[in-house]
């Protein structure tokens, strides 16, 4: 597959190393001093910026609660903002502002925190543009859209001294933390395998002929900010932009940086494991239906940390659980399994299959809570989810995609090699492909691509080995002018 056919780029290779060099220091940045915050008595005045869907939950996680208020309300589409102007004024009992344009928003200096719920090409920028100007971040997930955008938000924190925290929400739920807790205290032994699952039905988004056009509410240019403004190619229930962007590489991540970034993100934290792997593989395709969405429906990825693995697997075609699970993950350790199904818990079992323990509890709000709480004292510490964590986590995403996307295409033959000496990843394989069958895809003729298997330095972050440029310059992207993200830093 070609993704840089249209390359009017720099030397993104060059970008990384210099970037890399002035940042250095901070590379695994302490606990920076204590950040300026508000005591519990001061109000803290919240931005919202994208309030279609998920923004929503943004609102409702601030307004009114924690001594916050919602001053104001960003959306590029004015079409969407009515819903946040009625839940606000609901609360708070007077209307907030309303921005169109983002940068409005940076320069506000009455702002204190800046809630970001945009597509994810502008996860990043925006975040570091608003600790740049002074405002704490809460940002969804997943945190970037690529993985050295990441480190450059963790530096941004760093530098600015502002606390931002990533919206992978189960790190907050009490059950999840409870379960994590068992794991890292022993109780199933030592764990050498993470598996996460994301099976989540996802229909195709159809095929239409040629380029459709934005809202005429919406400003498009700023909807695509540091991304390309490419004409959009679909056109869904959610309209020709919103939502269905996930399926999109200039924009999305498909559904494992999407839904799977939850479970990526818990199957990285029961590893307990500081950084990113030394190597990784992915083998998937868009399997069952031909329509405009360019990641895949169906992923299988390997990673290595040396010490343990983790499993990851992405079917958005029909599919049964997975020892019961469906979206969740699973740790094996050498005394037991822990198994949680959803966000906020699960269950321990012993090899034999005896029930140990049971983990309950939590809800979105409580991660809104702690953000707000760590704001009020100002320690890094206190974040469920701290920035570095959300990088990591959605950096593995990133590259799964990456080895994914440089694959091979071939069909799903029997005797595809990359997962071998890794049995646990063996026998995933051969589940995907029974899979696959259920779902009547045809194993000769379904176009499958078997992904290049990546070594990583984790140190600088970067692809090592012969051959490597072209999957380094996907670790990065080129921003449109006016939306460098590295100007910001
Ligand atoms: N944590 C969770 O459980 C969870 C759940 C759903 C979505 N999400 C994340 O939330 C984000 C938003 O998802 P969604 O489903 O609401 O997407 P969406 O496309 O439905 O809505 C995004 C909104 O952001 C607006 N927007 C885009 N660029 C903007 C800009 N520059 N300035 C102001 N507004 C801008 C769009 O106009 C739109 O209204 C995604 O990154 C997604 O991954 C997280």
Avoid at 120 to 147: D, F
Avoid at 188 to 210: F, P
Avoid at 309 to 338: A, H, P, S
Wanted: proline share 3%; with cysteine.
């Amino acid at each position: 597959m070609d993704f840089f056919s249209r390359r009017e780029f720099l030397d993104r290779s060059a970008i990384l190393a210099a970037t890399f060099a002035a940042g250095s220091q901070t590379l695994r940045a302490e606990e920076p001093a204590a950040v300026k915050s508000g005591s519990a008595n001061d109000k803290l005045r919240v931005a919202v910026i994208g309030v279609r869907s998920r923004g929503m939950a943004h609102v409702n996680g601030f307004a009114g609660k924690n001594n916050c208020e919602v001053v104001t309300i960003c959306d590029c589409d004015e079409a969407v903002i009515q819903p946040a102007m009625r839940d606000v004024e609901k609360v708070q009992k007077s209307a907030p502002k309303f921005e169109k344009d983002i940068r409005k928003v940076m320069d506000d200096k009455s702002i204190d925190i800046v809630s970001i719920a945009t597509p994810n090409h502008w996860h990043a920028l925006a975040a570091v543009w608003a600790m740049r100007a002074g405002k704490h971040v809460y940002c969804e997930k997943p945190a970037t859209h690529n993985v050295h955008e990441g480190r450059l938000m963790v530096q941004a924190s760093r530098k600015y001294q502002k606390l931002c925290q990533v919206g992978t929400q189960s790190r907050s739920n009490t059950g999840m933390r409870d379960a994590i807790a068992y794991i890292h205290a022993g109780k199933i032994g030592k764990v050498s395998l993470a598996y996460g699952t994301c099976y989540k039905s996802r229909k195709s988004i159809g095929k239409v002929d040629g380029a459709q056009e934005p809202p005429k509410t919406m400003d498009y240019d700023l909807w695509c900010g540091p991304a390309r403004v490419l004409q959009p190619h679909r056109k869904t229930q959610f309209g020709t932009v919103h939502y269905d962007w996930h399926w999109t590489w200039e924009y999305g991540n498909g559904d494992f940086g999407n839904q799977g970034v939850h479970e990526a993100d818990k199957a990285r934290w029961g590893l307990n494991l500081p950084g990113l792997p030394t190597s990784v593989v992915s083998v998937g395709g868009r399997f069952g239906y031909v329509d405009d969405g360019e990641t895949p429906n169906t992923q299988l990825n390997l990673y290595d940390f040396g010490t343990a693995q983790m499993l990851f697997e992405v079917r958005g075609l029909d599919t049964k659980d997975y020892q019961g699970t469906k979206v969740g993950n699973i740790w094996f350790g050498d005394k037991g399994i822990v198994v949680c199904p959803s966000y906020s818990g699960g269950i321990a079992y012993d090899l034999a299959g005896n029930k140990l323990q049971e983990f309950k509890g939590g809800g979105d709000q409580q991660h809104f809570d702690n953000f707000v709480k760590a704001v009020r004292s100002g320690k890094q510490s206190d974040l469920n989810c701290d920035v570095e964590e959300g990088h990591l986590s959605a950096a593995l995403c990133h590259l799964g995609n990456i080895s994914y996307r440089l694959g091979t295409a071939s069909n799903l033959r029997d005797d595809i090699k990359v997962f071998d000496g890794f049995g646990g990843a063996k026998e995933a394989f051969a589940r995907m492909k029974a899979h696959l069958a259920d779902n009547k895809v045809d194993a000769a003729t379904a176009k499958c691509f078997v992904g290049k298997k990546l070594i990583l330095d984790p140190k600088s972050e970067t692809f090592t080995g012969a051959d490597m440029a072209k999957a380094n310059d996907m670790l990065f992207r080129e921003y449109r002018k006016g939306f460098d993200i590295r100007e910001a830093v």
